[in-house]
Structures are given as structure tokens and as C-alpha cells.
């Protein structure tokens, strides 16, 4: 059986839409984008997706901060990520997915 974005942990939204202030600028607030990481805690292999932007990087950082992956140029809907290619221990990462209007960071549990 196939596992579905919607039942999964790592869903992220960020709202933006266009507005124009009284002085006729028009600004970005955050409209609806959908980030999703799954499986979400994995062993071996995380998607990532955005449901409307192209995904541009992709970082991972531990809990002190220290990165340790940085894929940029993605620059399609999907990426699939090996954790084995970068030797991820278990533990808890934050990964920093960055699109062409936002930037969030999501967390993600790695158990082998």
C-alpha cells in the first residue's frame, strides 16, 4: 500500500497572498504553500515536495546547527533523498527547504 502525503508527520503551510497598501505598492504577504517530508520519521529514503513552487535547496542541519547537506538547484516539484548518501545517524535534523517564495524549516526524524 502506498504511503500518502496526507497521512504523514511534516506537513508544512506558510499563507501568502498579494496586497496592495494605501499607497498603491503591492507587497507579498504569505499565501497557501505546501511543504511535505515523508515518511516522516524514515530509515532510508525522505520525499520532499511542494505542492505549488519548485523546490530551489535543500539543507540539513543537526540540533546544534551545524549543516550537514546542501543540494541547491533543484528546481522541480519533487526530490528524492537517500539518507544513506550522507551517512545520517538516528536522531532528530531540521531540514531548511527553501522555494521561490519561502523558506521553512521542518523537522525530521531519521530511525534505522
Known sequence: MPVLAEDCIGIDKIM??????????????????????????????????????????????????????NKSNINQKEFYLQTKDFQLDNGNYKFKIITKNSSKFIPVVIEK
Open 16 to 69: 501568502a497572498e498579494w496586497l496592495k497598501d494605501d499607497s498603491g505598492n503591492i507587497y507579498e504577504t504569505d499565501k497557501e504553500i505546501e511543504i511535505t517530508i515523508f515518511p516522516n520519521p524514515t530509515e532510508n529514503q525522505l520525499i520532499i515536495k511542494s505542492k505549488e513552487h519548485d523546490l530551489l535547496s535543500i539543507q540539513i542541519f543537526d540540533i546544534r546547527g551545524k549543516e550537514l547537506f
